[in-house]
């Protein structure tokens, strides 16, 4: 089955610290793997992607992203966490046909001490 | 360019009642999706449009929902009768034909049946 497991429900970082949000995956074809972010009551900001190539991928904001095969994981992480990054952040995989949904996990909050 | 333009942003009916709402995605996208997001969960994929085609439709839209893309350009999402299993957030999103690039979302509709 097709799925997509974000392990972490609630995560708390201290500002300044780093931070990894887990992503596993499950997907009969090629995957094509993204990370969105969802602040309360908007709707999701694609933070990046990956397709092919090089299997570490830069976002907006300061994210990056590793994908690992052999894992079947696309990780997220930040060096540096933020206040403003307090928010949910939605791993999601789909595949190049046209007109394929994309398959989302049930999300990570982070929130951001000081 | 404007991004993708969802209305009503909220959206509070009575058990039974009829509710519409409407999407405008970015003028040069023929492709249209919806997906509905409950909470604690991601976005689950309901339905969507190439141009005015209606391509594919999730089991999870059931017979009360039907939407439309009249001309290839906004689109409406109606729900009959509605329960109180329709609360959610109601999520429209856009993109080119070409492959899965990573939808720009609206906002969304958050739905409340009382």
């Known amino acids: 089955a097709q799925s997509v497991t974000q392990p972490d429900i609630h995560i708390t970082v201290s500002e300044g610290a780093s931070l990894e949000l887990r992503c596993n995956y499950s997907?009969?074809?090629?995957?094509?793997l993204f990370w969105y972010v969802q602040s309360p009551g908007q709707g999701l900001q694609l933070l990046l992607k990956?397709?092919?190539?090089?299997?570490l991928v830069q976002g907006i904001k300061g994210f990056e992203a590793e994908f690992k095969r052999s894992q079947s994981s696309f990780n997220l992480r930040k060096p540096s966490v933020h206040w403003s990054d307090a928010a949910e952040y939605f791993c999601?995989?789909?595949?190049?046909?046209?007109?394929?949904?994309?398959?989302f996990g049930k999300g990570t909050t982070l929130s951001v001490s000081s | 360019d404007t991004g993708v333009s969802q209305n009503p942003r909220h959206k509070i009916t009575k058990r039974g009642q009829n509710v519409t709402f409407r999407c405008d995605p970015i003028?040069?996208?023929?492709?249209l999706y919806w997906y509905r997001q409950t909470l604690g969960q991601g976005p689950e994929f309901l339905t969507y449009?190439?141009?005015?085609?209606?391509?594919?439709k999730s089991r999870l839209l059931s017979d009360r929902f039907s939407a439309e893309r009249p001309k290839g350009s906004f689109s409406t999402l109606e729900i009959q009768r509605t329960e109180q299993g329709d609360s959610a957030m109601y999520l429209c999103?856009?993109?080119?034909?070409?492959?899965?690039?990573?939808?720009?979302f609206g906002s969304g509709t958050r739905l409340t049946v009382v």
């Open positions: 990956y397709f092919s190539g090089d299997t």
């Open positions: 003028s040069e996208h023929n492709r």
């Open positions: 997907y009969g074809a090629t995957p094509y």
């Open positions: 999103a856009s993109s080119l034909v070409e492959g899965v690039d990573g939808y720009t």
């Open positions: 999601a995989v789909g595949a190049k046909q046209a007109g394929t949904a994309l398959i």
């Open positions: 449009f190439q141009n005015e085609a209606q391509l594919e």
